[in-house]
């Protein structure tokens, strides 16, 4: 049997890009457009070419570029890996924990719509609320550190807006010039309470969102879900 020639994104793209448009026309964003015209010419004869040659044999070739968007897999597969090495370079000799901010069902509609604004309120409120949990520790007492990722869809692709963050069990007292780690008791894991974090999450992201001129929904839970549990 021969090989088979993997499919590209792109011919999918070009395939099947009118049926979709026609279909979900109501629900795609400009930037989802945008982000399949670019991935449909991603490394084929329609995307810009550079001249590539061998100065020994001085043969020269045109070879398509990527189209470098952030969402495509196929050309940028190379640099999640090369962000993923540069996050395990900063690694710390401590403990690590996963905070997940998670939005209930009854906001997602409002966040569809205004995103810009909204996904960078979820940023800076669960940022906030690490940063101020860290400050009041009284084994940290200190500033935080942390990576933060904004996810917005499950891996069912259901929209569903959330924040992990990464963040060693320490601080630095920048005043003191002091490094504090948190021990935890046993065998038991522990940074911050969850329920705490939900409770001040769901407080900044209330009052951002207000500022922000937009209105809540008229039914919202009064309870919100933050998990954090130890992953190293």
């Known amino acids: 049997m021969g090989e088979c020639e993997m499919t590209r994104l792109s011919s999918i793209i070009k395939t099947f890009e009118a049926d979709f448009l026609a279909k979900y026309q109501q629900q795609v964003l400009p930037s989802h457009k945008k982000a399949l015209s670019r991935m449909a010419i991603c490394r084929t004869a329609e995307s810009p070419k550079m001249l590539a040659g061998c100065p020994a044999c001085e043969h020269q070739s045109l070879v398509p570029h990527s189209c470098g968007h952030r969402n495509c897999p196929h050309c940028q597969a190379h640099e999640g890996q090369r962000w993923l090495t540069r996050q395990l370079s900063k690694e710390l000799p401590v403990g690590y924990f996963l ?9 997602r509609s409002l966040v569809w719509r205004n995103q810009r604004t909204l996904y960078s ?33 499950t891996r069912a692709l259901d929209y569903h807006p959330h924040v992990h963050l990464l963040m060693p069990a320490a601080a630095v007292d920048t005043s003191r010039r002091l490094w504090r780690e948190k021990r935890s008791r046993g065998k038991r894991h522990y940074l911050f309470s969850h329920r705490a974090l939900a409770k001040v999450f769901r407080a900044k ?24 549990k130890a992953v190293g």
């Open 205 to 228: 992201m209330l009052e951002a969102i207000t500022e922000a001129g937009l209105l809540l929904p008229k039914q919202h839970p009064t309870t919100w879900i933050v998990d954090c």
């Open 121 to 153: 309120c979820m940023m800076r409120c669960a940022w906030e609320t690490v940063r101020d949990f860290t400050q009041n520790d009284k084994q940290l007492k200190g500033a935080a550190g942390a990576t933060l990722v904004l996810h917005t869809h």
């Open 99 to 107: 905070i997940t901010f998670t939005l209930p069902a009854q906001f």
